[in-house]
Each structure stands twice: as structure tokens, then as C-alpha cells.
């Protein structure tokens, strides 16, 4: 969080600038109230990362659950894109690292919808949010607390199991270990030659 004493709407903002292009040059600047609430960007992500979805229609449901007002005809996607983008990641409000684009990027280690029971029980538990039944949380706020939860909670207990060095366990104990941290990993994501593969696979030989 950048000042304590700074106006509630740029530590936590409800809009978004579109960003100038070249085709319109009367909207560049302009602000668009958004809807800032944390399920709606989970809801967001879900859907931009669905290959069953086209991509039209993601494009579609992006605009539809991000902005709040309808925007001009003239404004590009590619000007709406970068705004979600830019809101999405707030690196001077949770104090993360950006990722440099001549830097490797971080491994990643969690996945709101994997580990979404573990960040749920850890909210109600330190923070006493339901995080089903809060009527708004807005993004920042949901990643700042997400960020700052305790060792203790079982969201950062899982994040340490799926990374835990195994390196000083034998026997019985590196198998228990072994198995308990293959538990937690996350989900592999293929890529679009490996679902066609498989999808090649599975009409062949069906779903195994």
C-alpha cells in the first residue's frame, strides 16, 4: 500500500483509464467505472483461461462483467485489455514484484481455484471474511490480505507443502512426504498442441 493518508480511491480505485489509440484520440484518458469486486476478476480469469469458450465470447464476457458503463464503439480491445491488465496487478498496492520482461518469469505458486477451500478457511479463520458471503471486497483489498495471511494458515501451509525440500528425508518418511506434496501440486496446464493430442488420443481410445 503506497500512504495510509492517501484518498480511498487511488489506494483501492473503482475505475480504469483506457489508454490512448491511435484510431480514437477523443477517448484516450478517459475513465470507466468498473465492477472492482474480487469474483468478478476470479470470474474474469476463469473464463479468459477456458479453451472450451471462443475466444469472441471471452472478449465478450470480459467487457461485460469488467466495466460497469457501457464503453464508446470506438474503443479497441486491445486498449480494454491492457486496462484490465494494468488493474489486474496491482504490484504497488500488495508490494509483489513485477515481472521484468527480459526476466525469467516466477514459477507459479498458487491457483485461486485449486487451492480456493484453503484461501476461503484461511480468510474466515484470521480475518473472520466469509468470502461467499461478503457483499464487496474489492481486488486490492482481497490480494493485500491474501498476501499478508499468516504461516499458520492453511493457505500458506499448502504453498510450503507444494514447494518442501525433500532433501532431508529417507525411508518411510520421504514416501509419506513424497506423496503428500505431489497432493498439493498444481494442476499442469497443456498447451494447445498437447490438447490436440490428446483430444486425438481420447477419440481414439477414449477417455482412460
Not at 483506457?18 to 484516450?28: H, N, Q, Y
Not at 472450451?52 to 479497441?76: C, G, H, M, S
Request: net charge negative.
Amino acid at each position: 500500500m503506497n500512504n495510509l493518508y492517501q484518498n480511498k480511491n487511488k489506494i483501492f480505485p473503482t475505475t480504469v483509464r483506457i489508454p490512448a489509440c491511435a484510431e480514437s484520440e477523443d477517448i484516450a484518458g478517459n475513465n470507466y467505472i468498473i465492477n472492482a469486486d474480487y469474483r468478478t476478476i476470479l470470474r474474469i480469469f476463469a473464463v479468459l483461461h477456458d479453451r472450451d469458450v471462443p475466444e469472441y465470447k471471452r472478449i465478450e464476457k470480459l467487457i461485460q462483467w469488467f466495466f460497469a458503463e457501457e464503453l464508446p464503439e470506438n474503443v479497441t480491445f486491445e486498449a480494454i485489455n491492457q486496462a484490465f491488465v494494468e488493474f489486474v496487478n496491482p504490484h504497488r498496492i500488495t508490494g509483489e514484484e513485477s515481472e521484468d520482461a527480459d526476466e525469467e518469469p516466477h514459477e507459479q505458486q498458487y491457483d485461486y481455484d485449486f487451492d480456493a477451500d484453503e484461501i476461503y478457511a484461511s480468510f474466515l479463520e484470521e480475518y473472520g471474511i466469509d468470502l461467499v458471503e461478503v457483499e464487496f471486497l474489492h481486488w486490492y483489498k482481497f490480494k493485500l490480505l491474501l498476501s499478508n495471511l499468516s504461516p499458520d494458515s492453511a493457505f500458506k501451509r499448502k504453498i510450503e507443502l507444494r514447494f518442501m525440500d525433500l532433501k532431508g528425508f529417507k525411508g518411510q518418511a520421504l514416501s509419506d512426504a513424497m506423496k503428500a506434496k505431489e497432493s498439493v501440486q498444481l494442476p499442469v496446464e497443456l498447451s494447445e498442441e498437447e490438447l490436440r493430442e490428446q483430444a486425438l488420443f481420447e477419440s481414439s481410445w477414449g477417455r482412460l
